[in-house]
């Protein structure tokens, strides 16, 4: 991917040499030119198309700040609620991630949404023990993390 990137500002700077044009408009017109040179050659590659993954990247920041926002809403009204009718819980969650920073990840992504943390991971990094602030059913949890973060996470790192 950073061989990409590098060759594309290459390509973007080479078009402003080559057409004598030294300003943002001209490197913009090299860039997006260089751009569809890459992609039309990506077959050469060993990584994927790189945009593909800028892409997927600003899809895992937008599904992260909605969820975000979502669980806010909902531990707020939780915490409003003149009697508090909780059922707290810890759930084991399987992951099917396997590399280190995808596990990190989605752990982190997990802590940082309201209501929820993760408070293990076990030894084989295949279960992360999370605990939940109010949790109904267990499997309805592990399907949302499933269908939403571990899903993004996989089309970044892959």
Do not use: C
């Not at 004598?20 to 017109?29: D, H, N, Q, T």
């Not at 809403?73 to 969650?93: D, E, H, R, S």
């Not at 990840?105 to 939940?132: C, F, Q, R, W």
Request: charged residues 15%; aromatic residues 12%.
């Amino acid at each position: 991917m950073a061989l990409q990137i590098l060759l594309n500002m290459f390509l973007g700077f080479m078009w402003m040499v080559m057409t004598v044009s030294f300003e943002p408009v001209a490197f913009l017109k090299g860039y997006l030119f260089g751009l569809l040179i890459i992609y039309i050659f990506r077959n050469f590659f060993s990584s994927r198309f790189y945009l593909l993954r800028i892409v997927a990247v600003l899809k895992l920041t937008y599904i992260f700040i909605r969820e975000l926002i979502g669980s806010n809403i909902a531990v707020v009204k939780t915490v409003l609620k003149p009697k508090l009718n909780m059922q707290p819980g810890i759930f084991a969650y399987p992951t099917i991630l396997e590399k280190n920073w995808e596990i990190t990840l989605l752990a982190n992504l997990i802590t940082l949404t309201p209501g929820t943390l993760v408070i293990e991971v076990s030894s084989d990094n295949k279960i992360l023990y999370v605990h939940a602030l109010d949790i109904n059913d267990a499997q309805e949890s592990i399907d949302s993390i499933k269908d939403t973060f571990e899903k993004a996470i996989l089309e970044v790192g892959r």
